[in-house]
């Protein structure tokens, strides 16, 4: 949206080229990088490892994020925005900018290289080392895990004191260096809130369905405290090792379980002041939640805090709320997969209702929007599937006072 390019400091008129022009003294020579291996694929391109040489010093190994040759103007500006915000950030939890390459096709953005990759596929990987005797040095001890917590909490705490909400806080979107410290990444859905204490999203877009609280799924809203929703999420996928949220649940029923106050069911063996602290994070008003300093300084008092907990059943929630795997709402053709992390959301904007939220800082809630079925939806207005298999449809949130939709803008 235009607020956003200009929190961003982008041109409205020239979008891509002014981005660029912010991002000169990142530049790098691209005979300066040398790409070896194929990492992944990323959102709008393959992800590859390397080397760089990064102000005439050594050699480093680096990420290299691409865009495909002839992208979208829109993809460019979305791929640019994430370095564009990422040049702005320096914390030893957060996954730092190195440089960019944006003179001739494919453009890159380098990054610092995380040797474990993502901290849900690492956790994965481990889940079969879980015993009964765990050492404090191995890799899954709950001295481990804890740290883990808390390099991710301290990531949060810093994006909220340079006024920045994440939007996307989950284990996949956490990365593991060779020395095994987390740092938070993938920033394609962070945003400013310089203006505000809050961002509105008021666009049909792909959103993190399962990490997302109440205000953020029924209304748009994202401060710093919807990120806290989503962190409490992260610890239980960490305590239970890449468990997927609400399995069992497609996106619809999460968006409606959510809705009705209820969340997930977290293991019986979890220490109670980690089932405090989650129970914290999911407190259904966000003011009550507590702050992402608050969390850091939390953590730090239990050193071993998170403990592995496998033992619980593989629903995650409470059976008797899990109903069946399709939605009766929907039309025939657009059922869920239970696999799906995003969803495909409409946000109806009431205007005085925003007045409300704006003025309180919070959701009433008795203010959330119903979930209802529309026989008429366009299926085109459902994407199928994101680059890495998850589903992203979903019913759209509409408000109880028909208002019309915003105009579209992220």
Not at 127 to 151: G, P, Q, W, Y
Not at 361 to 390: A, H, M
């Amino acid at each position: 949206s235009a607020k956003i390019m200009k929190n961003f400091g982008i041109d409205i008129f020239s979008p891509s080229r002014s981005i660029a022009n912010t991002l000169d003294k990142w530049e790098l020579p691209k005979e300066n990088v040398v790409i070896n291996r194929r990492l992944g694929e990323g959102a709008f391109g393959t992800v590859y490892g390397g080397e760089a040489l990064i102000n005439s010093e050594n050699w480093t190994a680096v990420a290299v994020k691409t865009l495909k040759v002839g992208a979208s103007t829109e993809d460019r500006l979305d791929f640019l925005s994430e370095a564009e915000a990422m040049k702005r950030f320096n914390h030893k939890n957060i996954v730092k900018l190195l440089g960019v390459c944006l003179q001739s096709e494919p453009i890159y953005t380098i990054m610092e290289y995380m040797l474990y990759g993502d901290l849900k596929t690492y956790l994965l990987a481990r889940r079969h080392l879980v015993s009964e005797t765990i050492s404090d040095d191995s890799d899954i001890s709950s001295k481990r895990l804890t740290m883990f917590a808390l390099n991710i909490s301290h990531g949060l705490d810093y994006l909220a004191q340079q006024k920045y909400v994440h939007r996307d806080i989950a284990c996949r979107n956490c990365l593991v260096n060779a020395k095994r410290v987390v740092k938070i990444g993938d920033f394609g859905m962070v945003r400013p809130t310089y203006e505000s204490d809050y961002y509105r999203f008021n666009h049909k877009g792909m959103l993190p369905v399962r990490w997302m609280a109440p205000e953020s799924l029924a209304l748009g809203m994202f401060t710093p405290f919807s990120d806290v929703w989503g962190f409490g999420v992260v610890l239980f996928e960490i305590i239970t090792f890449g468990s997927f949220p609400y399995q069992g649940l497609t996106n619809g029923e999460v968006l409606q379980f959510v809705k009705n106050g209820k969340t997930l069911r977290m293991p019986a063996d979890a220490k109670p002041q980690l089932k405090g602290l989650i129970r914290a994070c999911w407190n259904r008003n966000p003011k009550k939640r507590p702050a992402a300093s608050e969390i850091v300084k939390y953590i730090t008092n239990y050193p071993r805090l998170l403990t592995p907990c496998l033992d619980f059943p593989s629903a995650c929630i409470e059976m008797a709320d899990a109903g069946s795997d399709q939605l009766e709402f929907l039309p025939n053709s657009l059922q869920f997969s239970s696999q799906g992390s995003y969803s495909s959301l409409d946000i109806a904007e009431q205007a005085t209702r925003a007045e409300k939220i704006k003025d309180s800082g919070f959701v009433d809630d008795d203010n959330l929007p119903e979930i209802i079925s529309d026989s008429s939806n366009d299926p085109s207005s459902y994407s199928p599937t994101t680059v890495d298999g998850y589903s992203v449809m979903s019913p759209l949130l509409v408000p109880h006072v028909s208002c019309g939709i915003s105009e579209a803008h992220t």
